[in-house]
């Protein structure tokens, strides 16, 4: 069955994998990707079209910081992230970003005894899905990250959840591009949903139910429009900037690049660009955007 738009975009993949009415996709995804056994998730910030509807209402469509928060019954944290451009910083942007929810719970008196703050803290595990390759040298499709006592093999925090889970912090990258048979037979099968390849005939119910929430003939006339707005948005744009880009390197002077690189980047902030996809066609550092930002809202 066709469809056409991969729910590697922004706004299927928060219909699929965070979607409050479907809990089960969520938790299959986390069981799948991590080894885990578990039965139910909160989802903290599930899919909501109002959301994309405010920021189309401004002239622009922005995703969030973090795609798919999830809380588990012990607590614990699930951080999940699809990234479609290779960026030179992603790594650090990854630890940067579960390290800000890690540290989110602290003080939260609903997580853990008042008399200690830092007993609100909690595990958490990022997922990374990405549809570009991440790890140069090899095929491996998947990867698992922890903080690991590697004299002693103990996980950092707490007791092994799983063969590659424990401790306080995991990072899980998924690249969709390299070796489908480096992996288990149900991340393969997440693999095939994510590059809208035919999926097996014994899938588990979950992942036929996050196909039917990505496909195009269930989705509102409004969720459609906005992907295609998102879409020819965001490549317009991108042409339009990696032209005068160009041009400017043609210049051969220093000054008319950056003076380039600075209109441009202000002006893709302005059309609601995320600071890391406009580091991506400028160039410039992610510090000057941040200060073109803060200067843009200032006006």
């Known amino acids: 069955m066709s469809r056409h738009h991969a729910p590697t975009n922004d706004l299927l993949f928060k219909r699929s994998l965070a979607n409050a009415e479907h ?3 969520t938790a299959g995804f986390i069981n799948d990707l991590l080894g885990l056994d578990v039965a139910s998730v909160h989802i903290e910030n599930p899919y909501d079209i109002q959301v994309f509807r405010d920021d189309l209402g401004t002239g622009s469509l922005k995703p969030t910081a973090v795609d798919v928060r999830v809380r588990l019954q012990d607590e614990s944290q699930v951080v999940i992230e699809m990234q479609v451009q290779r960026q030179s910083v992603y790594l650090e942007r990854a630890l940067y970003y579960m390290a800000s929810r890690y540290i989110a719970d602290y003080g939260q008196p609903d997580l853990g005894p008042v008399e200690s703050k830092y007993r609100s803290l909690n ?11 991440q790890f140069d040298g090899d095929t491996c499709a998947l990867r698992n990250f922890a903080l690991y006592d590697i004299l ?3 996980f950092y925090g707490k007791s092994v959840v799983s063969d590659t889970v424990g401790g306080m912090f995991n990072l899980t990258f998924l690249e969709l591009g390299k070796d489908r048979e480096t992996v288990s037979e149900r991340v393969r099968y ?6 809208g390849r035919p999926l097996a005939d014994g899938v588990p119910d979950y992942i036929k139910t996050a196909l039917e929430l990505s496909e195009e003939q269930n989705l509102t006339r409004e969720e459609a429009q906005m992907i295609s707005a998102q879409e020819r948005a965001e490549q317009d744009l991108i042409g339009q900037l990696s032209y005068a880009r160009g041009e400017g390197r043609q210049e051969g002077r220093q000054e008319g690049r950056q003076e380039n690189a600075l209109s441009n980047a202000q002006k893709a902030l302005s059309a609601g660009l995320t600071e890391d996809l406009v580091q991506r066609i400028t160039g410039l550092d992610l510090n ?3 200060q073109l930002k803060v200067a843009g809202s200032e006006n």
Request: hydrophobic residues 45%; contains cysteine.
């Open 288 to 290: 000057t955007i941040r």
């Open 123 to 133: 595990a958490i595990c990022g997922i990374h899905v990405l549809d570009f390759e």
């Open 190 to 195: 997440w693999m095939d949903f994510f590059k």
């Open 152 to 154: 002693h093999r103990r």
């Open 23 to 25: 809990p089960d996709v």
